[in-house]
């Protein structure tokens, strides 16, 4: 069965295909796809190759004749002597592809002996090529040397003819300075030789060749160059082996024999389409292949331009003869065959008839023809589909019958004017939305009348109860019918469904319904409409690929506040915390009650970790917000567990199951401790509790944490001018654990937070101390954790603590890596300028080791980089890490940025930091971490490494 679809009516069609045939006219005469001409014929000419002819020879001038005769140039003598050596060969014709454009000085007597064995020969042709003269910068025929021109059978020219794209494709058989007088080499070979007489030449000719001023250079009679095949394709002789004669007479005889240089870096080479893996051809292989095809007769012609129109334009016609016939698949058909068709007959024509079709015309008028004939045929079939939209419409109207029309993506198509009643929706603002955003249509189980794999038939009088959410989100029981509706290739299209009215089943807060799927005390959706919503926005999600958060919130110890405030008291507590959770969210996100004190939040689209924490955190100020209402004494606490969608789970199961995890694995001692979901939760859950212990005692305690502080040293100058402080956690005396161990477990707690602001103001104390005691140390770097930056009050409490011991924040810097900075740039970039703009300093960590790039440097607040010292530790035996290392000081000497070079340990390290103009050096070269005391020492006794005292007093 076949499709008929046209364009518009029968005038339409005409007039569009006038346009397609006044298009090919002027593509015929403008070439704007000249490039996929070439294309095309290069393909042709990379994959077709013929055998070269029998009695064409190549002399070489190659790396083997130089190694046996010396330094080009050579004597003349020695062409000479080769000229000869072929004569007594009985050669059809030498054509010397070698440029002797001015005298021997070294030998005369050796170019009177080459002209000689010219004169001599009789069949020796030479080149002449134009130039601008290097005096008047004007075009002039360059000639050989009089003695050697005088002496030639013929002179021929050299001149070759390069495509905008480099490459060689044509020859002019003709050529000259005012006039096309001079034959190429190749032809002149063959004049010389009697195989042509150079009248009837073929070729395209050139109008103004003969009618231009001397002062240009005049091409005629062009022709593409069938090319046997790739360099080395022709029979190749060495210039030594000739020359000392060892190389049989049978092989030269009766042959034209072409001499050039085929050795690297001698003569000229061409790009061509022949050329293999873009290996360049030798200009006497160029010239063996133009030779090849005029004794072949193989000279390829563009058509003339007639020719070209009719083969653009007769494809053309016959696609606009065959789709309105065809059915989609059959246009398709019809188009692919136009096109390998049209190729088809480019090859023929090159192949046996010698003649050059460009395809690119028919190729792009047959595509668009059938983009154009797509267009149409899917506007006919949108309008047949839209009438028969509105018949189906109007039938459902007619039969007052409450229909709803869902399509594939349970997107609301139709709905009928009984639908729209029954639901309170208007059909122009619900055409297009979810089904799940608008109507609901959910049951008890969470399911929807479109989640089964059948055809979704059912029986009104036994169809289970649905949810009908109306516009005020209250709603009413249904009935639903539904069935598929399937395309006409039986692919699924939607569905068609039929809503009937429970009578009496409009809910109240008290109803069936409102039980089924709400908490009867705080109006919220209950567990099992979460999970029905949740699993759509999941589904949604999926689709739009955007992350979604889901916090478990817990109202902490409310047992006891339950039995303070009585069962009564309580329930108000929790409807007040109910409404205060809807107001910290928004409208678009799901709020439901999981269990007695238990909530969960569902958030879409916030963009960043760091937007789920301000939300999380604005929850938590609001629940400890205090109640007047029902105690004015009464405080509360939340804690809060985050999974996240997809990392953490890909089912509402597994994110509400992780996130109550991370809500029940959350630091002691910290009860409005929020924390988010990490995959490896399940197998660090025991190993980590120690730890956490371990942290909240240490901090308790007050005495387990100490500073160990590390020089930071000039390079050019062996001075100290700062520190790093590196926070140590001691558990027994001279037992410490590893900052690698308990760091993460800090960030992952939330403990981080108490900790550094321990780390910074001690190290500001300290610093104070010093100044006290007169050391006036210019710096002091405290590391910054990624978690730290979460919090928005750190650079506020930061800053109050360098008021509180009068420091001047200029010699303080915060130690911030790559992964924080990237981990959401914007809203670090604000804290840390936050922090510059108040006088203190900031250096970006192990550079080298993140995901930045170089281009994010420009945007950050940043005084210094600090290089990894993974890259350090190689830099004098690693060529890339020594690559690494040097980019970067360059990059940040071009940014103006001062580099820390972390773990130098050797004096060869410092040796090639200093040789390229690193900054500072920090490592056991100069000294380890030390303890205050220590530290203290070190800078006081300090003596530039032997180069001069330190200016640190």
């Not at 055998?51 to 003598?77: H, K, T, Y």
């Not at 091409?219 to 190749?236: E, S």
């Not at 400890?624 to 999974?643: C, E, F, M």
């Not at 009860?671 to 240490?698: C, P, W, Y």
């Amino acid at each position: 069965m076949t499709l008929s679809v046209s364009v518009a009516d029968r005038r339409t069609a005409l007039l569009a295909l006038s346009l397609f045939l006044l298009a090919a006219l002027v593509l015929s005469y403008t070439k704007p796809f000249q490039r996929l001409d070439l294309l095309i014929y290069d393909l042709h000419a990379a994959w077709y190759h013929r055998p070269a002819n029998d009695s064409v020879r190549i002399v070489s001038i190659d790396e083997r004749s130089i190694q046996a005769l010396g330094r080009w140039p050579w004597s003349r003598r020695l062409h000479g002597e080769l000229i000869h050596k072929l004569n007594e060969s009985a050669v059809r014709a030498i054509g010397l592809d070698i440029i002797f454009t001015e005298p021997d000085t070294d030998d005369p007597q050796g170019d009177k002996f080459l002209a000689e064995a010219i004169a001599a020969s009789g069949l020796v042709v030479l080149p002449v090529f134009p130039r601008r003269s290097p005096q008047t910068a004007a075009l002039e025929t360059v000639f050989p040397i009089p003695a050697y021109a005088q002496a030639a059978g013929m002179l021929g020219h050299i001149d070759v003819e390069l495509d905008q794209d480099g490459l060689s494709r044509s020859i002019f058989l003709k050529a000259g300075l005012g006039s096309a007088r001079w034959p190429a080499l190749p032809l002149a070979m063959l004049e010389l030789g009697g195989a042509l007489d150079g009248v009837n030449l073929p070729g395209q000719r050139n109008p103004l060749a003969q009618e231009a001023g001397s002062e240009s250079w005049q091409r005629d009679y062009r022709i593409l160059i069938p090319y046997a095949g790739p360099a080395g394709h022709f029979k190749t002789l060495s210039f030594v082996d000739v020359l000392r004669g060892t190389v049989d007479p049978d092989l030269l005889r009766d042959k034209w024999v072409l001499v050039g240089a085929t050795a690297v870096g001698l003569g000229d080479r061409l790009a061509t389409p022949a050329s293999a893996e873009h290996q360049l051809m030798a200009g006497v292989e160029y010239n063996a292949n133009v030779l090849d095809s005029l004794l072949g007769k193989i000279t390829l012609q563009s058509l003339d331009r007639p020719w070209q129109f009719i083969l653009t334009i007769v494809p053309l016609c016959l696609l606009w003869l065959l789709f309105p016939m065809c059915s989609p698949g059959g246009a398709l058909l019809v188009w692919t065959t136009s096109l390998v068709g049209i190729l088809g007959i480019t090859m023929l024509l090159l192949v046996h008839y010698q003649r050059w079709f460009s395809p690119s015309d028919a190729l792009i008028l047959a595509s668009a023809s059938y983009l154009l004939w797509l267009w149409g045929s899917l506007r006919s079939a949108l309008s047949q589909s839209s009438r028969e939209r509105e018949r189906a419409q109007a039938a459902y109207a007619a039969l007052d019958q409450n229909i709803v029309v869902v399509d594939g993506e349970r997107r609301v198509e139709y709905m009928s004017p009984s639908a729209e009643r029954l639901t309170g929706f208007r059909l122009d603002w619900l055409r297009g939305r979810m089904v799940s955003e608008t109507l609901g249509l959910i049951d008890d189980r969470g399911t929807t009348p479109f989640d089964g794999n059948g055809d979704g038939v059912g029986q009104a009088e036994s169809s289970p109860y649905y949810l009908l959410k109306s516009p005020d989100q209250r709603g009413q029981l249904v009935g639903v019918e539904s069935r598929m509706i399937l395309d006409r290739f039986g692919q699924r299209h939607g569905w068609m469904v039929r809503l009937f009215e429970k009578s009496g089943a409009r809910l109240s807060r008290d109803a069936r319904g409102q039980s089924l799927f709400y908490d009867p005390l705080t109006g919220l959706p209950n567990r099992s409409l979460l999970i029905s919503q949740l699993e759509q926005d999941l589904r949604r999600a999926n689709r739009g690929h955007y992350e979604i958060a889901l916090l478990f919130v817990n109202l902490d110890r409310f047992r006891q506040v339950n039995a303070r405030l009585g069962y009564h008291g309580g329930d108000r507590l929790l409807k007040r915390v109910a409404e205060r959770l809807r107001a910290s969210v928004r409208e678009s996100d799901i709020l439901a009650r999981n269990g007695s004190d238990e909530f969960v939040v569902v958030l879409e689209e916030l963009g960043s970790r760091t937007a789920v924490v301000t939300v999380a955190e604005k929850i938590i100020e609001q629940l400890s917000r205090p109640y007047p209402s029902i105690d004015p004494q009464l405080a509360i606490t939340a804690s809060i567990g985050i999974s996240l969608y997809p990392q953490d789970g890909e089912d509402s199961e597994a994110l509400l199951n992780n996130a109550y995890l991370a809500l029940r694995n959350r630091s002691v001692g910290d009860l409005s401790q929020l924390r988010f979901f990490s995959t490896d939760l399940h197998k660090r859950v025991r190993d980590r509790q120690d730890i956490e212990l371990g942290l909240n005692q240490a901090l308790a305690a007050g005495d387990q944490f100490v500073l160990h502080y590390q020089p930071q040293v000039e390079i050019s100058s062996g001075r100290i001018i700062g520190a790093e402080a590196l926070l140590r956690w001691r558990v027994a005396e001279e037992r410490y654990i590893p900052p690698t161990d308990f760091i993460p477990v800090a960030e992952e707690s939330g403990l981080i937070h108490q900790i550094g602001a321990w780390v910074f103001e001690s190290a500001s104390r300290q610093l104070s101390d010093w100044h006290s005691q007169g050391l006036e140390l210019p710096r002091l770097s405290v590391n910054l954790s990624a978690v730290q930056l979460e919090r928005r009050d750190v650079i506020d409490n930061f800053l109050k603590i360098v008021d509180s011991l009068q420091l001047d924040p200029s010699r303080l810097e915060l130690e911030v890596t790559e992964s924080a900075l990237m981990r959401n740039m914007e809203y670090a970039t604000a804290l840390l300028r936050q922090f510059q703009a108040a006088g203190g300093n900031i250096s970006v960590d192990d550079f080298g080791t993140g995901y930045s790039t170089f281009g994010y440097l420009k945007q950050l607040p940043i005084n210094r980089l600090k290089i990894d010292k993974s890259f350090i530790r190689g830099i004098t035996s690693l060529q890339d890490d020594a690559i690494i290392t040097l980019t970067i000081i360059s990059m940040a000497r071009g940014l103006n940025l001062e580099v820390v070079a972390e773990g130098v340990e050797s004096p060869e390290q410092l040796a090639l930091l200093e040789a390229h103009g690193c900054d500072l050096g920090q490592g056991y070269l100069f000294a380890e971490p030390l303890p205050a005391k220590a530290f203290y020492a070190l800078v006081r006794d300090w003596n530039g490494l032997g180069r001069q005292p330190s200016v640190v007093q």
